[in-house]
């Protein structure tokens, strides 16, 4: 709401927008201005990149980077079917160890070079390495090696059955052969734009490749700035300093207000991203399904989505996107009824001691990253569940400690949201699956499949369920298991499904943007235009 007062005082006051952004130090004074390419987009991103190694460890930002200047031999299309990039087909044994790929021909790198089986045997061999160090790596366990046949057919030899190994293929960028560690610096890839410089923590500057296999960008140079402050972002675009910032940190209702005006155009579209609240499923309050239903009818998702929100996201009820070939279209929704909210817990044994009295039923605890948006989302739901007879207490901590927090278990609820991996069935697998708790001693490395079940959920039905969606060849089977696995996580109640919010683009009047994904991702700067 501050950076909403402050934009509005500078429109409104003697001074003007400019005269305010000039005092900041944003805009130059006229004369003073260096002219900027007409073909020049210059896109806001609200941290650094942490690598430009594809095989290294990621980020939103990461990823997105990554993803003008690199391309992957598999990629999705709108509706998560995975389709070829780099690679024209692939062929798979029965047995799911053998994955035989054939190349696209004539795709150039950076620096000229033609693509051929020899750089990804290269980038893969080299990940899997046991002296390489990246998360990555892990991800990637049950490959065994990858070995070039001739210049345009490549297989991937695997340990054992791999099948979600066209999936993970779509999060590793193809690098020339012998690039060593310079491409962690200097990175050469296949993607629309290829790289000229980073100034650390300040800003990426690419230029346009014109020989991208799917023709050249439209504008010629792209720098991406690194601005880490919504207040400054918000003002850099008032000043024309920034041209475009996509999902950005800006609160919602700076977005509401460029909408209602006409300084900035704001295109918002449908995104696939999720949030959610996480449940520990071990404590002793919350390991009863009546009381996590409780919650998930006590909480008014459209009242926050309209108030808070301003519009900004429509209400889940499924962990996969409604556009993912396998979201069931009729789980079992929890729309506001804080009456069976009641029942439920009264049923329980959670009864209100004192009725409408000032005692609670129970006290949890729900963590946060210290972010604004998280901490906003916190102290709504703390207003509704105290109307439940719930006692909500908010801790909010720096991002890796309130990772490592529920990470371990050491919470009762969280606030988060999912990017990308709710894009792909293997979700279930990873965030529900009883082999894929963090950091539980009970799971043998050799048997674990995933990282993301923070809930500490188990359930032998559902781990059944989804072994059998692996393993079933025809479309209709999967689609009908997955329908399923889907209606058991809403009746269990692990995490709380809450909404997917929107893509939001902010940007000078003067730039075109094409639809941009519902996954977000930025390939869709290839065709953007600055007349």
């Known amino acids: ?8 005082t500078g429109v409104r006051g003697r001074w003007g927008v400019g005269a305010m952004l000039v005092l900041l130090g944003l805009l130059p004074l006229p004369g003073c201005r260096r002219q900027e390419d007409a073909h020049t987009l210059i896109l806001a991103v609200e941290a650094p990149p942490l690598t430009f190694d594809p095989r290294g460890p990621t980020n939103a930002v990461t990823a997105r980077l990554q993803q003008l200047l690199f391309n992957t031999l598999t990629q999705k299309d709108e509706r998560f079917e995975i389709v070829p990039e780099l690679a024209e087909s692939w062929e798979v044994s029965e047995d799911l160890t053998i994955y035989t790929f054939r190349l696209r021909r004539g795709v150039r790198f950076h620096d000229g070079r ?31 090696r990858v070995e070039p046949v001739d210049a345009h057919t490549v297989v991937f030899r695997c340990r054992e059955p791999y099948r979600g190994l066209l999936v993970d293929l779509i999060a590793i960028g193809i690098i020339p052969e012998n690039s060593d560690e310079t491409v962690a610096r200097q990175p050469i890839g296949t993607g629309p734009f290829r790289f000229v410089r980073y100034v650390e923590n300040q800003e990426v500057e690419l230029l346009a490749f014109p020989e991208h296999f799917r023709g050249a960008p439209r504008i010629r140079r792209l720098r991406v700035k690194i601005v880490r402050d919504p207040t400054t972002l918000a003002l850099e675009l008032l000043g024309g300093t920034v041209h475009l910032a996509v999902n950005a940190q800006l609160s919602p209702d700076f977005v509401a207000e460029q909408q209602r005006g006409r300084q900035l155009r704001v295109v918002i579209s449908d995104g696939a991203a999720l949030e959610y609240i996480g449940i520990n499923t071990t404590d002793p309050i919350l390991r009863d399904r009546r009381v996590r239903q409780a919650l998930a009818y006590g909480i008014d998702r459209r009242a926050i989505i309209a108030n ?47 009725g409408e009295g000032p005692r609670p039923r129970f006290r949890l605890t729900l963590k946060t990253s210290s972010a604004e948006h998280p901490r906003k989302i916190a102290t709504a739901l703390q207003e509704q569940l105290r109307t439940l007879g719930i006692e909500l207490h908010i801790q909010s901590f720096e991002f890796q400690t309130f990772l490592n927090d529920i990470n371990t278990g050491n919470f009762q609820l969280f606030f988060l949201r999912q ?16 082999r894929s708790i963090p950091n539980d001693p009970t799971i043998r490395e050799s048997e674990r499949t995933g990282f993301l079940n923070r809930a500490r959920y188990r359930n032998p039905h559902l781990d059944a369920l989804i072994e059998r969606a692996e393993a079933a060849s025809e479309r209709a089977k999967q689609r009908a298991l997955y329908a399923r696995i889907q209606e058991v996580l809403a009746e269990d109640v692990p995490w709380i499904i809450l909404w997917y919010p929107a893509n939001v683009a902010l940007m000078n009047p003067r730039v075109r943007v094409p639809a941009i994904p519902a996954s977000g991702d930025f390939s869709f700067l290839k065709d953007v235009d600055v007349p």
Not at 120 to 143: C, E, G, H, M, Q
């Open 1 to 8: 709401m501050r950076a909403k007062r402050e934009v509005r």
């Open 114 to 144: 033609e693509l051929t089986a020899r750089d990804v045997a290269y980038t893969f061999n080299t990940l899997i390495a046991p002296t390489f160090d990246s998360p990555k790596r892990a991800a990637l366990s049950k490959l065994e």
């Open 308 to 354: 808070l929100l301003r519009g900004q996201a429509r209400p889940a009820k499924s962990v996969l996107p409604p556009t993912h070939w396998a979201y069931h279209e009729t789980t079992r929704t929890y729309e506001y009824d804080p009456a069976r909210a009641r029942r439920l817990l009264d049923e329980a044994g959670y009864r209100d001691p004192d």
């Open 419 to 434: 990017i990308g991996a709710n894009q792909f069935t293997d979700i279930f697998k990873a965030a529900f699956g009883s």
